[in-house]
Each structure stands twice: as structure tokens, then as C-alpha cells.
């Protein structure tokens, strides 16, 4: 395969003044550059006009297909890169999802191949992760579902070879499969590349980041030397621009200009919280806000531990991870579309790429790594033109992170407070009342049903001399069950904690005058020594006991004594004459799993 590295609208002597986020190769042809605004989707739908689309020139069935999904205008990724592909150029694009940058790039190759009767694919998208290989699949699959016999095949990790096989080895228009996959069928021999005529490069930094950058030379190397090449990144680190200089000929380059303005949708806030306190500050801001929520932590581990904590506080939660088998993974991502489930708690990988229009919160329960991991994050939310709004917890130690985040990606990151329990109480009434107004059974108009009820009430206050409100305090009873309707744990460390971490002296004092109540009140006898048969052996620390401790029963932390972590076992000092069911709770207390 010869490599394009003499392409000639690339200026390799000027790399090296361009930062990081400079999203432009230096062309010497500056026509090849086209910078645009984002627009926010919604206003690609807004226009009434159903011909939005026509200007390309697509078919009648492509026109049908866009006119079932409701869409009326292109976005302004599509306006710029439909006519290009059309013309059969080389692309390389600036664009994150959300952007309508799918269909830029389905819609010109499915026009293309309309009417195609040959066996083998045409088409090879790459994409980092398999489900963003699903996503970009289903795309193509509805784009084309007026076009017959237009065949998209996904081939992805974690599944069964054999569908796959099976797959390939029939008619196939388009492939679209992560590296690893690709890679492995090429060797066997069991897809079919000779006849691949334009490769799609799908959020190339991501794949970078992930480490396929051998991989997926090695699969371009493979693929015939004559073929259309479509980059698309949301960054553009150098060695994007590197790829993109070797491979790609006399690129059309489109850079969607303020990816500001898709963030904009997105309120960025952050909280200070200590280590110990995340999963308290966690279950209190999803208080205010649960439905449509994305969760992310940084290990497997404690993707599982945080669902079983929010399970057990009532939440519908769902874990999303590597370890989670693929088909569960969909079904996953398919409830949480449908509302089945409003919570998930995801790693970076298994989330790149999630497209759900009603997450409306996303927390950043361990800080991201970088940049791009942080603009992937929160653009989990904010989706086709909707609001969103995003959370970020930092502790003491992360403060300068959240400075160079800031800096990164010029955007200011307001604070907000850990929601107290007044806040959560008056959430609580507010949800109360509108749930008792929402109420099916009063808004019931069947006069008979209503007769029925209005006897019950009757009877009640008759037999049982309850007047309105009573009755009315008896209903709201039932519905919120014998648990207590407002939130009365000590919340004091709340307040603490915002004066805590904002400094650092604050916080040695704080820590001093902790450890200073916890010896008085181990001194004071009002403690007892627990024991538990895990320790240093373990990685457990004392940020582990006492969250496990919290969650697991009604103990708060800041009556959490005396710590000491031996090899194989901890000893902790709890307050005395513990509830006999709380003692229990805590032979059960599982730390780190
Ligand atoms: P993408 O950037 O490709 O991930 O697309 C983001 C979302 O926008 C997807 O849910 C698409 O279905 C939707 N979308 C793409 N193009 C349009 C359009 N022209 N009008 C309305 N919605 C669109």
C-alpha cells in the first residue's frame, strides 16, 4: 500500500507552532477549509419545510427514510460534508457527537450505493468502541431501510463469531466494526476487503487513546490502495494530523467551530467533596435529579458497588462496564432509553459514545483523566438540541485539576453545594405535591370509578370518624411506606466540607480537631471496638470502612471512632449500644467488594 504522504495540501513545517486543539491542518489550498458554527439540532428540526434535504440530490428512498425519523434540515456538519463525500473526496472533519455527524457521512455512502449487487462490502467504518459500531450500524440501517436490500453488518468484540461469519459471508454493503474485530476477520479470512472503496475513521482520537493506532495501520494497509477516506475526531491531537497526513488525499477539512456552543447546553458544575463522603454527596444530588442520570467512575469495581448502594436507597440503576457480556450491555441501553431504568453507573470505555436524548445529568463521580475524557462525559447529556446538565466532584487534592480543566477548555465551572437536608426536604414536598396532583386516580373522569372512591371516603369518615385531612395524611402514608418522608441525618459535614476544602489549612485543622473527638470520645467510653476480618491484605483503607459502614447502615461518619487496619483484619470503634438490627447490618458490611 503506498502511503499518501505527499499530500499536497499539508504543511508539515508548521506542526509544530499549533497547539493540541488546533483543529485545522495547515493547507496550502485554504479553499479546502470550512469552519462552522454549531447549531444546536433542535434548530436543524425546526423548520417546517420537509425539503431541507433535497439540495443533495439523494434518492427518493434515502428522502423517505429521513422523512420516517422526522428529520427536516441538515445540520450544518451534513450541509458542509454531504456535497463533498458526494463528490467522492477525502474528508477529514472536527465534529463531536451531537452534531448530526453519523448521517453526514451514511447518507452521501448510502446514495452511493443504491442499487449495489455485488457481494462484498464497499464500506468499512471503524469505530473505538462496539457500542458506538451499534449506534453507527443502526444508523446506516434506518438511513437505508427504504432502500432494498441495503445491507449494514456490525462486527464488533465480546460476541459470537458466527452470526457474524455468517453475516459477511452473504450480501454486504457496509461493515462497521471496531479494530480488534476487523482485524481478526481479515486474518481468517472471513470478511472480505477487496472491494472496499471508502474507509470511515469514526472518532479517531478515541481509538488513539485507546490504543489502536497499530491496528488500525495495519487494517489500512490491508484494504485496497484506491478508496475514499472519511476522518472524523472531536480533538485534533498531532497525531490525528499525523494520520491524517498520511493517509488521506487533499482533504475537504470541516471544522464544526465552537464546540463551546454544544457544551454551552450543558451547565457545568462542580462540588467539593472528601473521598469518604462521594457516595453521601452522590445519593443527595440524586435527590434532586434522577431521572436520566450517567454516573461515571473509574474501575469496574466500583461501577457494581455504587449501584448496589443507589439499589438500595430505591433508585433503578444499571451498570455499564467492560466485563458486562455485549447483548446485555444493548439491553442495558435499550431500558434506559425507554425509562426502565434512570440511573447508570458506567466506566469511560463502555459509555464512548452513548447516544440517550433523556440523560439529563451526568456526574463526574472520579474525576476524569484529561480533557477529551471529560468533553466525552458530559456530552453524554445534552443531546439532539436538549439541555443538560453536568457535575463534577473534586476533592482537595483535585482542585488543580479543575483549574486546568477550566483553563482546557475555556469554560468557567460553577460550584454548588452538596444539598442539604433542607434542600432535599423541600425537593421531597415539592415531588410530593406533584405527584398527588399528577395522580391518575383524581384526574380519573369514569363517574362510576369516582362514585366508588368517593363510598370509600365515606365509610372512612363515618366508621371511622376520619375527617379529610386524616384521611389525606393515611393516603400519603401508604404511598411513601414506613420509611421517614424528610431527611433528618446529621448534615453539619456538609457545611464543613465546603469550608474544608476550599483550604487546605481549614482542612488540617478540620482533620485535627476529627481526630481530636474521635480519641475524646474513644476516651469517653461511649465506644465500642468492632472487629472485621479485612485489612491492609485487602487494599482496604479508611475511606473504604467508613463509606461502607454509611452505606450499609444508619451510622453516620462522623460518630465513626477509632480506625486501626491491620494485615488481615480492622479494628473500629463504633458508638456504644448500636441497635441490634445495625449490628447485624454490620456483620454483613462487605468493603471494596
Ligand atoms: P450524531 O452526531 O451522529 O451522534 O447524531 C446525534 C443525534 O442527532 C442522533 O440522535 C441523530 O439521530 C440526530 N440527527 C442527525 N441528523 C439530524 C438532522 N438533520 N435532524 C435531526 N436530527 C438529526
Excluded at 155 to 178: E, P
Excluded at 421 to 443: F, G, Q, T, Y
Aim: proline share 3%; charged share 30%; with cysteine.
Amino acid at each position: 500500500m503506498a502511503l499518501k504522504k505527499d499530500s499536497k495540501s499539508l504543511d508539515s513545517d508548521n506542526e509544530k507552532s499549533r497547539n493540541e486543539d488546533s483543529p485545522l491542518l495547515d493547507l496550502k489550498n485554504l479553499e479546502n477549509k470550512k469552519e462552522i458554527e454549531y447549531q444546536p439540532l433542535e434548530e436543524s428540526k425546526g423548520n417546517d419545510n420537509d425539503s431541507g434535504f433535497l439540495e443533495f440530490g439523494f434518492n427518493q428512498s434515502i428522502l423517505n427514510s429521513l422523512r420516517n425519523k422526522g428529520y427536516k434540515n441538515p445540520t450544518p456538519i451534513q450541509k458542509a460534508a454531504i456535497p463533498e463525500l458526494m463528490l467522492g473526496r477525502d474528508l477529514l472533519g472536527q465534529a463531536q457527537t451531537g452534531t448530526g455527524k453519523t448521517a453526514a457521512f451514511a447518507l452521501p455512502l448510502i446514495e452511493k450505493l443504491t442499487g449495489n449487487k455485488e457481494i462484498n462490502a464497499k464500506v468499512l467504518v471503524m469505530t473505538p468502541t462496539r457500542e458506538l459500531a451499534t449506534q453507527v450500524a443502526e444508523s446506516f440501517k434506518s438511513y437505508s431501510s427504504e432502500s432494498s436490500n441495503f445491507k449494514t453488518v456490525a462486527i464488533y468484540g465480546g460476541t459470537d463469531y458466527r452470526n457474524q461469519i455468517s453475516a459477511l459471508r452473504r450480501k454486504v454493503d457496509v461493515v462497521v466494526g471496531t479494530p480488534g474485530r476487523i482485524m481478526d476477520h481479515i486474518r481468517q479470512g472471513t470478511f472480505q476487503i477487496k472491494d472496499i472503496s471508502c474507509l470511515v475513521l469514526d472518532e479517531a482520537d478515541e481509538m488513539l487513546n485507546m490504543g489502536f493506532l497499530e491496528d488500525i495501520e495495519w487494517i489500512i494497509d490491508q484494504l485496497p490502495e484506491n478508496k475514499q477516506m472519511v476522518l472524523f475526531s472531536a480533538t485534533m491531537p498531532s497525531e490525528i494530523r499525523n494520520i491524517a497526513k498520511k493517509y488521506l488525499n487533499d482533504p475537504a477539512e470541516i471544522l464544526i467551530k465552537s464546540v463551546k456552543k454544544e457544551t454551552q447546553l450543558i451547565s457545568q458544575k462542580f462540588l467539593y467533596v472528601q473521598r469518604h463522603h462521594k457516595l453521601d454527596a452522590l445519593k443527595r444530588i440524586l435527590e434532586l435529579n434522577n431521572e436520566g442520570v450517567i454516573i461515571f467512575v473509574r474501575t469496574k469495581l466500583l461501577t457494581t458497588s455504587i449501584a448496589e448502594a443507589l439499589e438500595n436507597s430505591g433508585h433503578t440503576v444499571a451498570v455499564l462496564n467492560g466485563d458486562i457480556p455485549q447483548n446485555q450491555r444493548e439491553n442495558t441501553v435499550d431500558r434506559l432509553k425507554k425509562g426502565f431504568i434512570n440511573i447508570l453507573v458506567a466506566t469511560d470505555v463502555a459509555a464512548r459514545g452513548l447516544d440517550v436524548e433523556r440523560i439529563k445529568l451526568v456526574v463526574n463521580y472520579d474525576f476524569p483523566f484529561d480533557k477529551e475524557t471529560y468533553t466525552h462525559r458530559i456530552g453524554r447529556t445534552g443531546r439532539a438540541g436538549r439541555s443538560g446538565e453536568a457535575i463534577l466532584f473534586v476533592n482537595q487534592r483535585e482542585k488543580h485539576f479543575l483549574r486546568n480543566l477550566e483553563n482546557s477548555t475555556r469554560t468557567k465551572i460553577e460550584e454548588i453545594n452538596i444539598p442539604s437536608n433542607k434542600i432535599i426536604n423541600e425537593k421531597r414536598m415539592e415531588k410530593l405535591i406533584d405527584n398527588v396532583n399528577d395522580s391518575s386516580l383524581a384526574k380519573d373522569e369514569n363517574e362510576e370509578n369516582k362514585a366508588l372512591i368517593i363510598d370509600v371516603l365515606d365509610n372512612l369518615k363515618e366508621k371511622y370518624s376520619m375527617d379529610d385531612s386524616n384521611i389525606a395524611m393515611a393516603a400519603i402514608n401508604l404511598v411513601i411506606g414506613n420509611k421517614s418522608f424528610f431527611v433528618n441525618e446529621d448534615d453539619s459535614w456538609i457545611h464543613k466540607q465546603n469550608n474544608t476544602d476550599r483550604s487546605r489549612s481549614n482542612r488540617n485543622i478540620n482533620n485535627r480537631m476529627r481526630n481530636s473527638n474521635r480519641r475524646n470520645n474513644y476516651q469517653n467510653d461511649s465506644f465500642e471496638t468492632y472487629k472485621f476480618n479485612f485489612g491492609k491484605f485487602d487494599g482496604v483503607r479508611v475511606a473504604n470502612i467508613i463509606s461502607s459502614i454509611c452505606n450499609s447502615t444508619n451510622i453516620n461518619g462522623r460518630s465513626i471512632g477509632k480506625i486501626q487496619i491491620f494485615n488481615d483484619y480492622s479494628l473500629v470503634d463504633l458508638p456504644k449500644d448500636l441497635h441490634r438490627e445495625t449490628k447485624n447490618k454490620l456483620k454483613k458490611i462487605k468493603v471494596r467488594n
